[in-house]
């Protein structure tokens, strides 16, 4: 008889040394429907869809595709099978072009010695940007592509191996509201001729607009399964974290210090900035708006000194700073969370506790060696104080979870007692539970005189977090609002170039 599934999971079970991933799950998937997999991090759902896909293997359990049971699934005999994967950390090639990128391993050919049909190449690559909405050269080289064009670039790779399950992890973190709205378009499409897709994401607002069925998962169980709408968003926040979530209150009427701590005059950087100047005080959150390509993580680089300025001046509490190196700016006061976590903001292969105690080591320097002991102790409390899921601070950052992982970079820059901290997309790929925690720990920073500069491409988050404004579009700054001047309709007024006078 033939399964009304494409794909049937029994039984799933899953451990690592020190986590047991996986419980017995349960997880089915109709032909053409789109099957949200929510949860916490750490919840299991990224060790699922690597078994689905063939990086791991399961320790116990049934894989059945169209009703047929399924042995040793590999990577190879997955893609075989019609599985592909949009992964939500890019796995691409800097060195090679776009087009390069998108059909590696999958090149036209043009004769039976395998030789490139180098026009073909081109017209396919230009065909599939197009028909997800982005306008990028194809033979630019990813390198020199921003983090959303790389996160359209997966999905370009992904759509042109024409598979019939595609696997789509966190795939609107990066991206702007238009190629949110482009890539939820492509779903409908696919879905309309068959496509099955597994969507995670912990942006809820989107369930609403793709999801046709449900699954969350909570500590590696599976906790339900239901069609979209049966439940509201607080019972299913309550499924995802085990307990009632309250939004962090931000006070409105919360006082911001007179003192200005860091002033910015004229700072560019051609192409990328433009005469940015702006300031900041004492215990006031500054959140930065704009498109993907509006300067703004490029603003935040030059002030953390990562990039060379070719111009301007940084004043910290009225002084000129001299920054040739990040290393200059956490010596001045300056820490900075990075947008990529993984690629910037740690290092995979050290454990949590070297991790945590790279930018602040001076600190635990005892006649000129680490003092074991206290950088311990000091470990293990941030651990504690941030709720980090670990099952020891000698467990490598790699084995984290993406919310974990971001919380091991803040307590980082926690333990460097920083006066400026940047904190770039802090809740990106982060589950709602974790977002919360991160926001109590800025509002918490501020209240105690930390001047915070926060990058994000998330409006409602903007909205909520924010003392004040700034807007940029093409390098430059377009306007500046206050919390209570500011709609959602005058920001993208401002990030579109124009005036803040819609709304």
Avoid at 147 to 160: D, F, G, N, R, S
Avoid at 230 to 252: D, H
Avoid at 270 to 278: D, H, I
Wanted: contains cysteine; charged residues 25%; neutral net charge.
């Amino acid at each position: 008889m033939q399964s009304k599934y494409i794909l049937e999971m029994r039984g799933i079970s899953k451990s690592f040394p020190g986590v047991k991933a996986l419980k017995k799950v349960d997880f089915a998937l109709r032909a053409g429907e789109v099957h949200c997999l929510i949860g916490e991090n750490g919840a299991g759902k990224s060790t699922l869809i690597k078994i689905i896909s063939g990086a791991h293997s399961p320790d116990s359990g049934e894989i059945y595709f169209k009703g047929q049971l399924v042995n040793e699934l590999n990577a190879q005999k997955a893609r075989q099978l019609g599985v592909s994967v949009i992964y939500q950390e890019m796995n691409l090639i800097p060195q090679l072009s776009v087009a390069e990128n998108i059909f590696l391993g999958n090149e036209p050919t043009r004769t039976r010695l395998g030789f490139v049909h180098k026009k073909q190449l081109i017209e396919k690559t230009q065909a599939i940007l197009q028909e997800i909405g982005v306008s990028i050269h194809p033979h630019k080289l990813v390198r020199d592509l921003s983090t959303a064009e790389q996160q359209m670039l997966e999905i370009a790779k992904a759509l042109a191996l024409d598979k019939e399950i595609l696997i789509m992890d966190e795939p609107t973190a990066s991206l702007t509201a238009q190629n949110t709205e482009d890539l939820f378009r492509i779903i409908k499409r696919l879905t309309k001729r068959g496509v099955s897709i597994i969507y995670i994401s912990h942006r809820l607002q989107e369930l609403s607009i793709i999801a046709d069925r449900v699954t969350v998962l909570r500590d590696g169980a599976h906790i339900s399964t239901f069609a979209w709408g049966k439940v509201t968003t607080s019972e299913l926040i309550t499924m995802m974290v085990g307990r009632e979530v309250k939004p962090v209150a931000m006070a409105r009427n919360r006082q911001i210090g007179q003192e200005c701590v860091l002033e910015v005059e004229g700072l560019r950087k051609e192409p990328q900035v433009k005469e940015v100047s702006f300031r900041a005080y004492q215990g006031e959150i500054v959140c930065f708006a704009g498109l993907v390509g509006s300067g703004r993580t490029e603003t935040m680089r030059l002030i953390f000194g990562a990039d060379p300025r070719d111009s301007g001046q940084i004043f910290l509490y009225g002084k000129e700073l001299r920054l040739r190196s990040p290393a200059d700016a956490v010596r001045d006061g300056i820490g900075m969370l990075t947008e990529d976590r993984k690629g910037q903001g740690l290092v995979l292969g050290l454990p949590v506790r070297e991790n945590m105690t790279l930018a602040s080591l001076a600190n635990f320097l005892k006649w000129g060696r680490i003092n074991r002991a206290h950088e311990g102790q000091v470990v293990g409390e941030q651990v504690k104080t941030l709720n980090i899921v670990t099952p020891s601070i000698e467990h490598l950052a790699r084995n984290l979870s993406g919310g974990n992982q971001q919380k091991v970079v803040l307590a980082k820059w926690l333990l460097t007692e920083s006066k400026v901290l940047i904190f770039d997309e802090p809740t990106r790929g982060v589950d709602v539970g974790a977002k919360e925690e991160i926001y109590e720990i800025m509002r918490f920073l501020a209240q105690q005189g930390v001047t915070i500069l926060m990058v994000s491409s998330d409006l409602p988050e903007v909205l909520r977090m924010g003392d004040r404004i700034i807007v940029m579009s093409e390098g430059k700054i377009t306007g500046e609002l206050s919390r209570d001047e500011a709609t959602q309709e005058k920001l993208m007024a401002l990030m579109l170039g124009g005036v803040a006078n819609a709304g």
